[in-house]
């Protein structure tokens, strides 16, 4: 007997959907003063999109750098800590691949610590020991701007520095591979992609992406690199607010055009989420905060029905719309992260 379209849709979503970018710290450190945000705010819409894991990405903005990157990242992760307790019912930090299975089995909505741009490192290499202490299990060297370990990928056509990774950064790529920290391509130059693929052969994550075949910036994915990250067994993660430079085209339906091309790219096994939503962020940001990130960067559009986590059950919805089946939809939504979590940090 057929089982009706609502009842497959939550049939592939009991174990839950992961998204592993989420700038949930950031925004609990801003708003510091307020207790509850994650149990009152962020955990019911996680739970209504049934979502299962989600990477809190620690980001330092520019206006704390560079004396105040360590103490924010920090303040950051107590935050996350703070949070947490006042929902252990329902949500708990992850720092395994064992506790992310107890946490899906318990129903639990996981957090998986991770670090977007090593400013807070500065340049002491024993400072990832620490934030590894504290729970961080995957690091993107950097954001957009220029660090110690290298540069970022410019939100244009072309303009991205063309040198590779310094020697800091090389260095943090090898102790992320001796401590069991998965690394992430995301906002990296081109040339610092490179270099990061010469010097490991393990899995390695573009945890939030698209490709530059819909929207060409060099913040965004190259086809060559989207495949040599699906060759290596590891996970692109497909990005809800650079789906186009064109607004009419930022859609939930264009958002599986993106999963689709990744698919065809670089296989099924190579496809998973990283939403980057950042509607919430500017809820709560003056109008000069949102002009001030977009003329540092590009205007975000938003894709209706696909803003926040409680829309998690519209993707699949669409998927099946669209003709993959479920086997697909479930690596899409998490078998392909936690293949690449289970190996990594283990």
Request: aromatic fraction near 6%; include cysteine; hydrophobic fraction near 45%.
């Amino acid at each position: 007997m057929a089982i009706s379209l609502d009842a497959r849709i939550h049939r592939l979503h009991t174990p839950g959907l992961i998204d592993m970018h989420f700038d949930l710290p950031l925004d609990l450190y801003d708003r510091r003063g307020q207790q509850g945000l994650l149990r009152d705010e962020f955990a019911p819409e996680l739970r209504v999109g049934g979502v299962s894991l989600v990477g809190a990405a620690l980001f330092v903005e520019d206006k704390d750098l560079p004396e105040m990157g360590l103490r924010v990242a920090l303040d950051q992760v107590a935050r996350l800590y703070e949070e947490v307790a006042l929902t252990a019912d329902s949500v708990t930090i992850c720092r395994s691949y064992a506790d992310i299975e107890q946490a899906r089995a318990s129903g639990k909505i996981g957090i998986l610590i991770t670090m977007e741009g090593v400013e807070p490192l500065g340049t002491d290499l024993h400072l990832l020991r620490v934030f590894y202490e504290l729970g961080v299990r995957s690091v993107g060297l950097t954001h957009a701007r220029r660090n110690a370990a290298g540069d970022g990928g410019v939100f244009a056509p072309s303009g991205s520095s063309p040198a590779g990774l310094s020697r800091f950064g090389k260095a943090v790529v090898a102790e992320c591979q001796r401590l069991g920290i998965l690394l992430d391509l995301a906002h990296l130059n081109a040339a610092g992609v490179d270099d990061v693929l010469a010097l490991t052969d393990e899995p390695l994550i573009i945890s939030h992406t698209n490709p530059r075949h819909f929207h060409d910036i060099e913040r965004n994915s190259s086809d060559a690199h989207i495949r040599a990250v699906g060759e290596r067994g590891g996970v692109v993660g497909i990005n809800a607010v650079l789906l186009s430079a064109q607004k009419e085209l930022a859609t939930l339906d264009h958002f599986v055009d993106h999963i689709a091309y990744v698919a065809d790219l670089a296989g099924i096994d190579a496809v998973g989420i990283g939403f980057d939503f950042i509607e919430f962020l500017f809820r709560h940001w003056t109008a000069e905060q949102q002009a001030a990130i977009s003329a540092n960067m590009i205007e975000a559009h938003h894709a209706p029905g696909l803003t926040n986590h409680s829309h998690g059950f519209n993707l699949t919805r669409q998927l099946i719309a669209r003709g993959f089946h479920d086997d697909e939809i479930e690596k899409i939504l998490f078998a392909n992260w936690l293949r690449v979590l289970r190996q990594v940090i283990g």
